[in-house]
Protein backbone atom coordinates (compact mmCIF):
# COMPACT_ATOMS: atom_id res chain seq x y z
CA UNK A 1 0.00 0.00 0.00
CA UNK A 2 2.73 2.29 0.92
CA UNK A 3 4.57 1.56 -2.36
CA UNK A 4 1.47 2.09 -4.12
CA UNK A 5 1.00 5.86 -2.30
CA UNK A 6 4.30 6.73 -3.00
CA UNK A 7 3.64 5.56 -7.48
CA UNK A 8 0.64 7.73 -7.14
CA UNK A 9 2.64 10.84 -5.87
CA UNK A 10 5.52 10.43 -8.29
CA UNK A 11 2.81 9.73 -11.26
CA UNK A 12 1.13 12.78 -9.43
CA UNK A 13 4.33 14.79 -9.72
CA UNK A 14 5.09 13.48 -13.27
CA UNK A 15 1.91 14.81 -14.54
CA UNK A 16 2.20 18.17 -12.75
CA UNK A 17 5.52 18.20 -15.05
CA UNK A 18 4.38 17.16 -18.22
CA UNK A 19 1.63 20.12 -18.08
CA UNK A 20 4.26 22.57 -17.31
CA UNK A 21 6.37 20.87 -20.21
CA UNK A 22 3.51 20.84 -22.66
CA UNK A 23 2.51 25.09 -22.76
CA UNK A 24 4.30 26.97 -25.79
CA UNK A 25 7.71 27.69 -25.63
CA UNK A 26 6.83 31.15 -25.39
CA UNK A 27 5.63 30.75 -22.01
CA UNK A 28 8.71 28.53 -21.16
CA UNK A 29 11.07 31.04 -21.95
CA UNK A 30 8.98 33.98 -20.16
CA UNK A 31 8.96 31.80 -17.01
CA UNK A 32 12.80 30.74 -17.65
CA UNK A 33 13.43 35.20 -18.15
CA UNK A 34 12.95 34.78 -14.58
CA UNK A 35 16.16 32.51 -13.61
CA UNK A 36 19.62 33.38 -13.72
CA UNK A 37 22.13 31.71 -16.58
CA UNK A 38 23.15 28.99 -14.10
CA UNK A 39 19.55 27.81 -12.73
CA UNK A 40 18.13 28.06 -16.54
CA UNK A 41 20.75 25.53 -17.38
CA UNK A 42 19.91 23.42 -14.43
CA UNK A 43 16.54 23.03 -16.00
CA UNK A 44 17.58 20.65 -18.84
CA UNK A 45 17.93 18.00 -16.51
CA UNK A 46 13.71 18.28 -16.12
CA UNK A 47 12.84 16.28 -18.54
CA UNK A 48 13.90 15.90 -23.04
CA UNK A 49 11.51 18.84 -24.16
CA UNK A 50 13.32 21.39 -21.31
CA UNK A 51 17.02 19.77 -22.57
CA UNK A 52 18.01 22.54 -24.85
CA UNK A 53 15.41 25.08 -24.16
CA UNK A 54 17.15 27.30 -21.50
CA UNK A 55 19.31 27.42 -25.55
CA UNK A 56 16.79 29.89 -26.64
CA UNK A 57 15.04 31.88 -23.61
CA UNK A 58 15.75 35.46 -24.34
CA UNK A 59 17.91 36.59 -22.06
CA UNK A 60 21.04 36.24 -21.67
CA UNK A 61 23.77 36.59 -19.14
CA UNK A 62 27.30 36.20 -18.98
CA UNK A 63 30.33 37.11 -16.76
CA UNK A 64 34.28 36.60 -17.30
CA UNK A 65 33.92 35.24 -13.44
CA UNK A 66 32.32 32.39 -14.32
CA UNK A 67 35.72 31.33 -16.15
CA UNK A 68 38.28 31.45 -13.56
CA UNK A 69 40.19 33.99 -15.64
CA UNK A 70 40.36 31.98 -18.74
CA UNK A 71 40.00 34.36 -21.47
CA UNK A 72 39.90 32.22 -24.74
CA UNK A 73 37.06 30.08 -23.37
CA UNK A 74 35.01 33.16 -22.09
CA UNK A 75 34.83 34.65 -25.72
CA UNK A 76 34.23 30.98 -27.06
CA UNK A 77 30.69 30.54 -25.14
CA UNK A 78 30.13 34.04 -25.64
CA UNK A 79 30.77 33.95 -29.26
CA UNK A 80 29.05 30.57 -29.97
CA UNK A 81 26.10 31.96 -27.72
CA UNK A 82 25.38 34.77 -30.20
CA UNK A 83 26.05 33.38 -33.17
CA UNK A 84 23.33 30.64 -32.42
CA UNK A 85 20.87 33.49 -31.27
CA UNK A 86 21.45 35.43 -34.25
CA UNK A 87 21.49 32.20 -37.36
CA UNK A 88 17.97 31.26 -35.35
CA UNK A 89 17.05 35.13 -35.64
CA UNK A 90 15.91 34.52 -32.02
CA UNK A 91 14.06 37.66 -30.29
CA UNK A 92 16.65 38.67 -27.62
CA UNK A 93 14.71 40.99 -24.31
CA UNK A 94 18.16 41.19 -21.98
CA UNK A 95 21.75 40.68 -22.87
CA UNK A 96 23.73 41.10 -19.35
CA UNK A 97 27.54 41.57 -19.61
CA UNK A 98 30.08 41.57 -16.75
CA UNK A 99 33.96 41.54 -17.57
CA UNK A 100 37.02 43.39 -16.86
CA UNK A 101 36.92 45.80 -20.39
CA UNK A 102 40.76 45.88 -20.38
CA UNK A 103 41.69 43.53 -22.80
CA UNK A 104 41.29 43.93 -26.49
CA UNK A 105 40.55 41.12 -27.90
CA UNK A 106 37.33 40.57 -25.87
CA UNK A 107 36.39 43.96 -26.40
CA UNK A 108 36.67 43.57 -30.29
CA UNK A 109 34.68 40.70 -29.93
CA UNK A 110 32.35 42.01 -27.50
CA UNK A 111 32.37 45.52 -30.40
CA UNK A 112 31.41 43.44 -33.00
CA UNK A 113 28.51 41.64 -31.46
CA UNK A 114 26.75 44.82 -29.80
CA UNK A 115 25.16 46.29 -33.19
CA UNK A 116 23.73 42.88 -33.94
CA UNK A 117 22.30 42.92 -29.74
CA UNK A 118 21.34 46.19 -30.46
CA UNK A 119 19.80 45.93 -33.69
CA UNK A 120 18.93 42.77 -35.33
CA UNK A 121 18.07 41.00 -31.74
CA UNK A 122 15.83 43.95 -30.76
CA UNK A 123 17.23 43.69 -27.26
CA UNK A 124 15.45 45.67 -24.70
CA UNK A 125 17.40 45.77 -21.86
CA UNK A 126 21.32 46.30 -22.20
CA UNK A 127 23.68 45.76 -19.29
CA UNK A 128 27.16 46.11 -19.65
CA UNK A 129 29.08 46.24 -16.23
CA UNK A 130 32.72 46.61 -15.37
CA UNK A 131 34.99 43.92 -13.24
CA UNK A 132 37.57 46.65 -12.94
CA UNK A 133 38.11 50.26 -11.26
CA UNK A 134 40.13 51.55 -13.97
CA UNK A 135 38.68 54.86 -15.84
CA UNK A 136 36.95 54.53 -19.09
CA UNK A 137 38.62 53.23 -22.41
CA UNK A 138 36.20 51.20 -24.05
CA UNK A 139 34.50 53.31 -27.24
CA UNK A 140 30.88 52.34 -26.66
CA UNK A 141 29.55 51.71 -30.59
CA UNK A 142 27.57 54.86 -31.61
CA UNK A 143 24.90 52.34 -32.83
CA UNK A 144 23.62 52.32 -29.15
CA UNK A 145 21.51 55.80 -30.61
CA UNK A 146 20.13 53.86 -33.49
CA UNK A 147 18.53 51.13 -31.37
CA UNK A 148 14.75 51.99 -31.39
CA UNK A 149 13.50 48.44 -29.42
CA UNK A 150 15.92 49.52 -26.44
CA UNK A 151 14.07 50.38 -22.95
CA UNK A 152 16.65 50.05 -20.15
CA UNK A 153 20.70 50.83 -20.66
CA UNK A 154 23.31 50.08 -17.91
CA UNK A 155 26.80 51.44 -18.84
CA UNK A 156 29.29 51.16 -16.94
CA UNK A 157 33.19 52.14 -17.86
CA UNK A 158 33.31 53.33 -21.00
CA UNK A 159 33.00 56.15 -23.06
CA UNK A 160 29.73 56.83 -24.92
CA UNK A 161 29.88 59.08 -28.06
CA UNK A 162 32.49 61.59 -27.27
CA UNK A 163 31.99 62.97 -30.64
CA UNK A 164 28.96 65.36 -31.54
CA UNK A 165 25.51 63.71 -32.17
CA UNK A 166 23.43 63.90 -34.28
CA UNK A 167 20.56 62.30 -33.42
CA UNK A 168 18.88 59.77 -31.22
CA UNK A 169 16.64 57.19 -32.33
CA UNK A 170 15.84 54.73 -28.91
CA UNK A 171 12.80 57.07 -27.91
CA UNK A 172 11.38 54.08 -26.00
CA UNK A 173 13.78 54.23 -23.67
CA UNK A 174 12.96 54.67 -19.55
CA UNK A 175 16.40 53.77 -18.20
CA UNK A 176 19.56 55.57 -18.30
CA UNK A 177 22.29 54.16 -15.82
CA UNK A 178 26.03 55.89 -16.30
CA UNK A 179 28.48 54.85 -14.24
CA UNK A 180 32.38 55.53 -14.61
CA UNK A 181 30.76 56.95 -18.50
CA UNK A 182 32.56 59.26 -19.92
CA UNK A 183 29.87 61.49 -21.86
CA UNK A 184 29.70 64.98 -23.13
CA UNK A 185 27.07 67.37 -22.01
CA UNK A 186 25.98 67.74 -25.44
CA UNK A 187 25.43 64.13 -25.71
CA UNK A 188 23.41 64.18 -22.39
CA UNK A 189 20.98 67.00 -22.89
CA UNK A 190 20.23 65.23 -26.76
CA UNK A 191 19.31 62.16 -25.25
CA UNK A 192 17.24 63.93 -22.27
CA UNK A 193 15.56 66.28 -25.00
CA UNK A 194 14.81 63.12 -27.66
CA UNK A 195 13.62 60.32 -24.94
CA UNK A 196 10.77 61.99 -22.87
CA UNK A 197 10.04 58.84 -21.65
CA UNK A 198 13.08 58.09 -19.48
CA UNK A 199 12.03 57.54 -15.64
CA UNK A 200 15.06 56.64 -13.90
CA UNK A 201 18.08 58.41 -14.50
CA UNK A 202 21.69 57.32 -12.73
CA UNK A 203 24.94 59.51 -13.50
CA UNK A 204 27.53 58.03 -10.95
CA UNK A 205 31.22 59.41 -11.44
CA UNK A 206 30.74 60.09 -14.84
CA UNK A 207 33.57 62.47 -16.51
CA UNK A 208 32.81 65.01 -19.20
CA UNK A 209 30.33 66.85 -17.83
CA UNK A 210 30.24 70.64 -15.45
CA UNK A 211 26.65 71.13 -15.71
CA UNK A 212 24.03 68.54 -15.65
CA UNK A 213 20.34 69.91 -16.66
CA UNK A 214 17.66 68.08 -16.08
CA UNK A 215 14.99 70.66 -17.39
CA UNK A 216 12.95 69.71 -20.26
CA UNK A 217 9.25 67.71 -20.14
CA UNK A 218 9.72 64.87 -18.96
CA UNK A 219 8.40 61.93 -17.00
CA UNK A 220 11.22 61.11 -15.28
CA UNK A 221 10.71 59.59 -11.16
CA UNK A 222 13.81 58.50 -10.05
CA UNK A 223 17.02 60.77 -10.64
CA UNK A 224 20.70 59.72 -9.25
CA UNK A 225 23.87 61.46 -8.78
CA UNK A 226 26.76 60.81 -7.36
CA UNK A 227 30.57 62.20 -7.81
CA UNK A 228 33.03 61.13 -6.05
CA UNK A 229 37.09 62.61 -5.93
CA UNK A 230 38.95 59.45 -5.96
CA UNK A 231 37.60 58.61 -9.11
CA UNK A 232 37.96 61.47 -11.14
CA UNK A 233 40.73 62.71 -13.68
CA UNK A 234 39.43 66.30 -14.05
CA UNK A 235 39.27 66.83 -10.08
CA UNK A 236 39.57 70.44 -10.17
CA UNK A 237 35.96 71.37 -12.28
CA UNK A 238 33.50 72.29 -10.21
CA UNK A 239 29.59 70.47 -11.21
CA UNK A 240 26.19 72.15 -11.04
CA UNK A 241 22.61 70.38 -10.98
CA UNK A 242 19.71 72.02 -11.86
CA UNK A 243 16.43 69.93 -11.23
CA UNK A 244 13.08 71.63 -12.69
CA UNK A 245 11.29 68.41 -13.02
CA UNK A 246 7.77 68.20 -11.38
CA UNK A 247 7.52 64.25 -12.43
CA UNK A 248 10.03 63.48 -9.58
CA UNK A 249 9.76 61.04 -6.74
CA UNK A 250 12.84 60.49 -5.76
CA UNK A 251 16.12 63.20 -5.96
CA UNK A 252 19.34 61.20 -4.43
CA UNK A 253 22.68 63.80 -4.63
CA UNK A 254 26.02 62.44 -3.43
CA UNK A 255 28.89 63.99 -4.24
CA UNK A 256 32.27 65.71 -2.72
CA UNK A 257 32.10 69.33 -0.29
CA UNK A 258 32.22 72.12 -2.75
CA UNK A 259 32.21 70.27 -5.33
CA UNK A 260 28.63 71.86 -6.66
CA UNK A 261 25.38 73.40 -6.12
CA UNK A 262 22.35 71.72 -6.50
CA UNK A 263 19.36 74.38 -7.15
CA UNK A 264 16.00 73.36 -7.26
CA UNK A 265 13.56 76.16 -8.64
CA UNK A 266 10.40 74.43 -9.05
CA UNK A 267 7.43 73.22 -7.29
CA UNK A 268 7.61 69.58 -7.05
CA UNK A 269 4.24 68.20 -6.11
CA UNK A 270 5.09 64.14 -6.44
CA UNK A 271 8.76 64.39 -4.69
CA UNK A 272 8.47 61.57 -1.71
CA UNK A 273 12.40 61.05 -0.65
CA UNK A 274 15.05 63.60 -1.05
CA UNK A 275 18.55 62.34 0.09
CA UNK A 276 21.60 64.43 -0.20
CA UNK A 277 24.91 63.34 0.74
CA UNK A 278 28.16 65.76 1.16
CA UNK A 279 26.17 68.88 -1.32
CA UNK A 280 27.09 72.05 -0.86
CA UNK A 281 23.13 73.99 0.11
CA UNK A 282 22.60 77.49 -1.52
CA UNK A 283 19.91 80.43 -0.48
CA UNK A 284 17.68 78.57 -3.38
CA UNK A 285 18.48 75.58 -2.08
CA UNK A 286 17.18 75.98 1.48
CA UNK A 287 14.43 78.45 -0.29
CA UNK A 288 12.79 75.19 -1.67
CA UNK A 289 12.51 73.59 1.71
CA UNK A 290 10.15 76.14 2.53
CA UNK A 291 7.26 75.18 0.02
CA UNK A 292 8.03 72.57 -2.77
CA UNK A 293 7.59 69.49 -1.22
CA UNK A 294 4.45 68.61 -0.16
CA UNK A 295 4.15 65.16 -0.35
CA UNK A 296 7.68 64.80 0.89
CA UNK A 297 7.65 61.78 3.10
CA UNK A 298 11.72 60.84 3.77
CA UNK A 299 14.39 63.63 4.16
CA UNK A 300 17.86 62.56 3.99
CA UNK A 301 20.62 65.33 4.72
CA UNK A 302 24.19 63.63 5.32
CA UNK A 303 27.10 66.32 5.89
CA UNK A 304 25.73 69.22 3.50
CA UNK A 305 27.47 72.63 3.94
CA UNK A 306 25.17 75.72 4.14
CA UNK A 307 23.93 74.84 7.48
CA UNK A 308 26.04 77.47 9.13
CA UNK A 309 25.17 80.14 6.72
CA UNK A 310 21.59 80.07 6.99
CA UNK A 311 17.92 79.60 9.23
CA UNK A 312 16.56 76.84 7.89
CA UNK A 313 12.54 76.71 8.13
CA UNK A 314 11.22 73.13 6.73
CA UNK A 315 7.88 72.44 5.14
CA UNK A 316 7.19 68.83 4.85
CA UNK A 317 3.47 68.42 6.17
CA UNK A 318 3.75 64.57 5.08
CA UNK A 319 7.05 63.66 6.02
CA UNK A 320 7.46 60.12 7.98
CA UNK A 321 11.73 59.98 8.83
CA UNK A 322 13.80 62.38 8.57
CA UNK A 323 17.94 61.63 8.83
CA UNK A 324 20.44 63.73 9.59
CA UNK A 325 24.35 63.30 10.03
CA UNK A 326 27.09 66.20 10.64
CA UNK A 327 27.61 69.09 12.65
CA UNK A 328 24.61 70.39 14.81
CA UNK A 329 23.33 73.12 12.09
CA UNK A 330 22.54 76.94 13.35
CA UNK A 331 18.97 76.78 12.71
CA UNK A 332 16.25 74.61 11.62
CA UNK A 333 12.49 73.78 12.18
CA UNK A 334 9.41 71.80 11.06
CA UNK A 335 6.52 72.64 9.86
CA UNK A 336 4.68 69.70 9.54
CA UNK A 337 0.76 67.81 10.05
CA UNK A 338 2.19 64.47 10.30
CA UNK A 339 1.28 62.77 13.75
CA UNK A 340 3.21 60.40 13.58
CA UNK A 341 7.39 60.50 12.21
CA UNK A 342 10.76 59.21 13.31
CA UNK A 343 14.15 61.46 13.45
CA UNK A 344 17.26 59.78 13.16
CA UNK A 345 20.01 62.20 13.86
CA UNK A 346 23.68 61.61 14.13
CA UNK A 347 26.07 64.08 15.61
CA UNK A 348 29.97 64.07 15.74
CA UNK A 349 31.28 66.44 18.49
CA UNK A 350 34.91 66.69 19.52
CA UNK A 351 33.86 69.31 22.55
CA UNK A 352 35.50 68.88 25.64
CA UNK A 353 32.74 68.21 28.15
CA UNK A 354 35.21 69.14 30.94
CA UNK A 355 34.83 72.44 30.47
CA UNK A 356 31.97 74.51 29.48
CA UNK A 357 29.75 73.12 26.43
CA UNK A 358 27.06 75.88 26.99
CA UNK A 359 27.52 76.92 23.55
CA UNK A 360 27.55 72.67 21.86
CA UNK A 361 24.13 71.80 24.27
CA UNK A 362 22.68 74.76 23.46
CA UNK A 363 22.43 74.37 19.67
CA UNK A 364 21.40 70.41 20.50
CA UNK A 365 18.64 71.07 22.70
CA UNK A 366 17.05 73.73 20.00
CA UNK A 367 17.65 70.66 17.47
CA UNK A 368 15.73 68.48 19.46
CA UNK A 369 12.93 70.63 19.96
CA UNK A 370 12.72 70.79 16.69
CA UNK A 371 12.00 67.33 16.55
CA UNK A 372 10.20 67.25 19.56
CA UNK A 373 7.14 66.11 17.76
CA UNK A 374 8.99 63.10 16.22
CA UNK A 375 10.09 59.60 17.78
CA UNK A 376 14.09 60.66 17.98
CA UNK A 377 16.90 58.42 18.05
CA UNK A 378 19.85 60.09 19.21
CA UNK A 379 23.61 59.08 18.05
CA UNK A 380 26.57 61.05 18.88
CA UNK A 381 29.72 60.33 17.89
CA UNK A 382 32.16 62.02 20.17
CA UNK A 383 36.12 61.20 20.98
CA UNK A 384 37.60 62.85 24.00
CA UNK A 385 41.38 63.65 23.87
CA UNK A 386 42.48 63.56 27.25
CA UNK A 387 41.31 59.40 28.81
CA UNK A 388 43.67 59.61 31.36
CA UNK A 389 41.84 62.48 33.85
CA UNK A 390 41.89 61.12 37.27
CA UNK A 391 40.59 63.90 39.13
CA UNK A 392 37.27 64.88 39.02
CA UNK A 393 36.38 68.53 37.14
CA UNK A 394 34.06 71.06 37.73
CA UNK A 395 30.69 69.94 36.39
CA UNK A 396 29.03 72.92 38.53
CA UNK A 397 28.89 75.32 35.76
CA UNK A 398 27.99 72.78 33.12
CA UNK A 399 25.22 71.72 35.65
CA UNK A 400 23.57 74.81 36.77
CA UNK A 401 23.64 75.85 32.85
CA UNK A 402 21.96 72.95 31.92
CA UNK A 403 19.41 72.22 35.32
CA UNK A 404 18.57 75.96 34.68
CA UNK A 405 18.27 77.09 30.83
CA UNK A 406 17.28 74.26 29.01
CA UNK A 407 14.03 72.25 28.75
CA UNK A 408 14.91 68.17 28.13
CA UNK A 409 13.44 66.40 25.42
CA UNK A 410 12.36 62.83 25.43
CA UNK A 411 14.69 60.94 23.25
CA UNK A 412 13.47 57.63 22.05
CA UNK A 413 17.36 56.02 21.81
CA UNK A 414 20.38 57.57 22.36
CA UNK A 415 23.28 55.44 20.71
CA UNK A 416 26.93 56.55 21.82
CA UNK A 417 30.19 56.37 20.01
CA UNK A 418 32.66 56.97 22.24
CA UNK A 419 36.47 56.84 22.65
CA UNK A 420 38.94 58.11 24.79
CA UNK A 421 36.53 58.36 28.03
CA UNK A 422 37.68 58.25 31.89
CA UNK A 423 35.14 58.17 34.62
CA UNK A 424 35.03 61.55 35.24
CA UNK A 425 34.95 62.82 31.24
CA UNK A 426 32.17 59.95 30.95
CA UNK A 427 29.89 61.63 34.04
CA UNK A 428 30.87 64.90 32.16
CA UNK A 429 29.68 63.77 28.73
CA UNK A 430 26.27 62.23 30.45
CA UNK A 431 25.71 64.98 32.70
CA UNK A 432 25.26 67.50 29.90
CA UNK A 433 23.35 65.38 27.45
CA UNK A 434 20.96 64.42 30.46
CA UNK A 435 20.33 68.17 31.14
CA UNK A 436 19.24 68.55 27.47
CA UNK A 437 17.64 64.70 26.71
CA UNK A 438 15.65 62.13 28.31
CA UNK A 439 16.83 59.07 26.88
CA UNK A 440 14.12 56.36 27.06
CA UNK A 441 17.28 53.70 25.94
CA UNK A 442 20.72 53.99 26.16
CA UNK A 443 23.40 51.66 23.69
CA UNK A 444 26.77 52.43 22.66
CA UNK A 445 27.35 51.19 19.08
CA UNK A 446 30.27 49.38 21.09
CA UNK A 447 28.45 48.02 24.17
CA UNK A 448 29.71 44.67 24.69
CA UNK A 449 30.28 42.48 27.35
CA UNK A 450 33.27 40.08 28.15
CA UNK A 451 35.30 41.07 24.63
CA UNK A 452 39.15 40.79 24.74
CA UNK A 453 40.77 42.40 22.28
CA UNK A 454 42.46 46.20 23.28
CA UNK A 455 39.89 47.91 21.57
CA UNK A 456 37.10 46.10 22.82
CA UNK A 457 38.57 46.29 26.65
CA UNK A 458 38.58 49.75 26.23
CA UNK A 459 34.73 49.99 25.29
CA UNK A 460 34.17 46.99 28.03
CA UNK A 461 35.30 49.22 30.40
CA UNK A 462 33.47 52.15 29.00
CA UNK A 463 30.08 50.03 29.56
CA UNK A 464 30.81 49.47 33.48
CA UNK A 465 31.57 53.24 33.76
CA UNK A 466 28.68 54.26 32.10
CA UNK A 467 26.63 51.29 34.38
CA UNK A 468 28.27 53.10 37.15
CA UNK A 469 26.58 56.09 36.61
CA UNK A 470 23.40 55.20 35.81
CA UNK A 471 22.94 52.92 38.84
CA UNK A 472 24.36 55.17 41.47
CA UNK A 473 23.13 54.94 44.86
CA UNK A 474 20.77 57.29 45.68
CA UNK A 475 22.40 59.08 48.48
CA UNK A 476 25.71 59.82 46.16
CA UNK A 477 22.91 61.44 43.49
CA UNK A 478 24.26 65.42 43.25
CA UNK A 479 23.08 66.44 39.61
CA UNK A 480 19.45 67.65 38.76
CA UNK A 481 19.26 65.06 36.01
CA UNK A 482 19.64 61.85 39.19
CA UNK A 483 16.42 63.36 40.91
CA UNK A 484 14.20 62.78 37.49
CA UNK A 485 15.43 58.72 37.10
CA UNK A 486 13.28 56.44 38.79
CA UNK A 487 14.70 53.18 37.27
CA UNK A 488 17.44 52.13 35.24
CA UNK A 489 17.44 48.66 33.87
CA UNK A 490 20.15 46.60 32.01
CA UNK A 491 19.58 43.97 29.31
CA UNK A 492 21.47 42.41 27.16
CA UNK A 493 20.73 40.08 23.77
CA UNK A 494 20.53 36.39 23.67
CA UNK A 495 22.82 34.46 22.31
CA UNK A 496 20.60 33.50 18.92
CA UNK A 497 20.26 36.96 18.25
CA UNK A 498 16.54 37.46 18.65
CA UNK A 499 15.47 39.67 21.59
CA UNK A 500 16.63 41.54 24.55
CA UNK A 501 16.85 40.09 27.82
CA UNK A 502 16.67 41.56 31.33
CA UNK A 503 19.51 41.08 32.99
CA UNK A 504 19.72 40.31 36.87
CA UNK A 505 21.01 42.16 39.69
CA UNK A 506 22.97 45.32 38.86
CA UNK A 507 26.07 43.71 37.67
CA UNK A 508 26.88 43.15 33.72
CA UNK A 509 27.08 39.89 32.16
CA UNK A 510 29.44 37.67 32.03
CA UNK A 511 29.76 34.99 29.82
CA UNK A 512 31.72 32.96 26.83
CA UNK A 513 29.92 34.62 24.03
CA UNK A 514 29.99 38.25 22.99
CA UNK A 515 26.35 40.04 24.06
CA UNK A 516 25.39 43.49 22.96
CA UNK A 517 24.65 45.74 26.26
CA UNK A 518 21.92 48.44 26.54
CA UNK A 519 20.34 50.66 29.57
CA UNK A 520 16.62 50.71 29.95
CA UNK A 521 15.71 54.38 31.47
CA UNK A 522 12.83 55.42 33.48
CA UNK A 523 11.82 59.15 33.84
CA UNK A 524 9.78 61.73 36.02
CA UNK A 525 7.13 62.96 33.56
CA UNK A 526 8.32 66.72 32.23
CA UNK A 527 5.89 68.86 33.57
Not at 451 to 462: D, G, K, P, V
Request: proline content about 5%; hydrophobic content about 35%.
Amino acid sequence: MEKQATEREDDGDSNSMDRISNLPHPILHHILSFLFQDEAVKTSVLSKSWRYLWCSRPKIEFSETYFGGNTEAFMSVLHNTLQRYYDQKLYLQKFSIAMSLVDSEPLSLLEKWIPRILIDMGVRTFDLSSLSLKPACFDFPSVVFEAESLKHLYLESCKLNPKPLDKVLFKHLKTLSLKRVYIAEETLEKILSSCPLIEYLVLSQCEGLKTIKVNKPHNIKYFDFSDYLDYRADRDITIEVEINVETLETIRIEGAPNWFQSHHHKYFPYLKSLYLDNVRLSTKSFDSFSCNFPCLEELSLFFCSGFEEFQVVIDVPNIVSFHYEGDIPRSISFTTASSEWKSDIVVWSNVNFDYDASSWCLKLNELLKALSESEISLDIQHCMGNPHVEEPPNLLVADNTCGGFYEPVVVGHLHLSLSGHSFFSLSALMNNLFCICRPRVIRDRYLYADLQSEWEREHTQLTELLCEILLMETETRHYLWQRDLEEVSTEAFDENGVEWNPVMGTSLPNNQSVQPIRFRLKWRELS
